[in-house]
């Protein structure tokens, strides 16, 4: 699960606007965990369901369960960060090459929409983190590649990038997205991934991290 670090806010505050709200269900939260709104209780749940409004990010963590020594805990409410202009540091997204290549393509194991040909990827790098055992690979880590393409084999993303040595399998790169870039979304584990529908915006992005507002 992808967790949400407060950074701070469009105008440089550092400290959100938050709110304690009822959970649709007494169960454990995380912080950093993103929240979704039930207009039909005015409740948060972690579980996004059918669900589709963001309330915002799990201030502090929750447990359901009571405990003489956190008197927060199994009350059923959890404290939220609601400010709309409020930005949060992520875990980039690690790209996994899953087949050797020496026509600089990076094969991977990530499913390909017609979307992420032009969503702008073109343009973004590809920052080479990590070397498979006994890679053949000619970069060094911490190498940036352009993007040039991005297209599918099989059913799988392909990124087509600016290197003309060896890629071996298992080779990990750090894909760094260009400023604006909205096509981030959450899988099924709440995981980051790039999706057609994306739920925020890269506002700063390096081989570090991702700086991000959600809403796109």
């Given amino acids: ?22 959970l649709s269900e007494n169960v454990d939260v995380a912080k950093g965990e993103i ?10 749940t972690p579980v996004k369901g059918t669900l589709e409004q963001v309330a915002g990010i799990c201030a502090e963590s929750y447990m359901a369960k009571e405990d003489d020594l956190c008197p927060k805990y199994g009350k059923g409410v959890v404290s939220v ?9 992520v875990a980039p997204l690690v790209v996994e090459a899953s ?4 026509k600089g393509c990076v094969e991977t194991t990530m499913t390909y929409s017609n979307y ?22 000619t970069g060094s880590v911490g190498c940036e590649y352009n ?21 071996t399998k298992g080779d990990k790169f750090i894909l760094v997205l260009p400023y604006g870039f909205d096509s981030l979304g959450l899988d099924a584990e709440k995981n980051l991934c790039l999706a057609d529908n994306g739920s925020f915006t890269v506002m700063c992005s ?6 991000l507002k959600l809403g796109a």
């Fill in 1 to 22: 699960m992808t967790h949400f670090n407060f950074y701070s806010g469009l105008c440089g505050c550092n400290k959100p606007f938050c709110a304690n709200i009822k």
């Fill in 35 to 44: 929240l979704y709104y039930d207009p039909a209780t005015f409740t948060v």
């Fill in 81 to 89: 960060i609601l400010s709309k202009d409020a930005l949060y540091t």
């Fill in 99 to 102: 087949a050797d290549d020496d």
């Fill in 116 to 137: 992420l040909g032009t969503c702008g990827l073109d343009g973004a790098k590809l920052v080479l983190c990590e070397k498979a055992e006994g890679s053949m690979n």
């Fill in 147 to 167: 993007i040039t393409n991005v297209d599918s084999d099989s059913g799988m993303t392909v990124y087509h990038i600016e290197h003309s040595g060896r890629i």
């Fill in 206 to 211: 390096t081989a570090v991290g991702y700086v």
